[in-house]
């Protein structure tokens, strides 16, 4: 059956869309009407799935993918006929026995092997990358309430590595400047946030990062001081969603003109 018109400036992808943030970002946007591509690790397992196909609108307008980070063109399919791409998937953990290959090389290889499944598609007019304060907060350098962290903030290798959560806040910064440097060189147009820890109300049925630390600390697991700034998930999705709109608005208005 042939699209109609205007079909293919409502089609979006999201990477890794079983998680927390990923789930609210498809939910929002089956809500707004959008068809929407969006993979997980395994099609077969249901509590990656079940969550999703659940969602009001997804009978009609979703599109599940198996995809894995580290398997080259293993993002092909999902992107096809996208406008506009939410790279979400990535691990969140904070340390491992081996945090090269269950932790940095999740994040920077799989960044770019989406990137690459991108740079293969002409529709796509942004992608929208999730990120972390992780990567730009450690930089040395002096943060005041006039400050403003841009795309040349990257947190340093020292300020990583006093980090407690080194691993990831090392995953995070690299994924984003491989990101950067990938985008600037094909052309792409890219968007990155950096949230903070995100809480909220749950889409899918597993407990995510943010909520396991709260939980944490109301239940006395945690007794050391604990510094952190909190988002909700709904505003963070919708903050994700509202990027992806403004760009395909953009475009729309200046072909008309």
């Known amino acids: ?9 409502k089609r979006v992808c999201v990477t890794g869309a079983s ?4 789930s609210w970002v498809v939910k929002l946007l089956l809500q707004r009407g959008y068809i929407v591509h969006a993979t997980v690790r395994s099609l077969k397992d249901p509590a990656k799935t079940e969550h999703l196909v659940s969602l009001n609108g997804a ?4 599109h599940l993918f198996e995809a894995n980070l580290m398997d080259e063109g293993s993002f092909d399919s999902a992107v096809q006929k996208c406008h506009g791409v939410f790279h979400i998937a990535s691990p969140v953990k904070m340390d491992s026995p081996n945090p090269q290959e269950d ?21 796509i007019r942004r992608v929208i990358l999730s990120s972390s304060t992780a990567a730009v907060l450690r930089t040395g350098r002096p943060l005041t309430k006039e400050t403003v962290v841009d795309e040349t903030w990257f947190s340093t290798l020292e300020g990583c590595e006093a980090s407690p959560i080194k691993w990831y806040a090392l ?8 990101a950067w440097k990938f985008v600037e060189e094909k052309g792409i147009d890219m968007v990155s946030i950096n949230p903070a820890i995100v809480i909220g109300p749950f889409v899918q049925q597993s407990l995510n990062y943010g909520a396991s630390v709260i939980l944490g600390l109301i239940n006395g ?22 990027i992806c709109i403004s760009v395909s608005f953009f475009h729309n208005n200046y072909r008309a003109g």
């Open 59 to 62: 009978k009609e307008r979703l």
């Open 103 to 123: 932790i940095i090389d999740p994040a920077v290889k799989g960044t770019l092997n989406v990137l690459n499944s991108c740079a293969k598609v002409s529709s």
């Open 1 to 9: 059956e042939r699209e109609r018109a205007g079909e293919m400036e």
């Open 171 to 178: 995953s995070k910064t690299m994924a984003e400047a491989a």
């Open 19 to 22: 998680g927390f943030i990923a």
């Open 221 to 242: 697991l945690k007794s050391e001081p604990i510094n952190f700034l909190l988002i909700s998930g709904f505003q963070y999705s919708f903050t994700h969603m509202h």
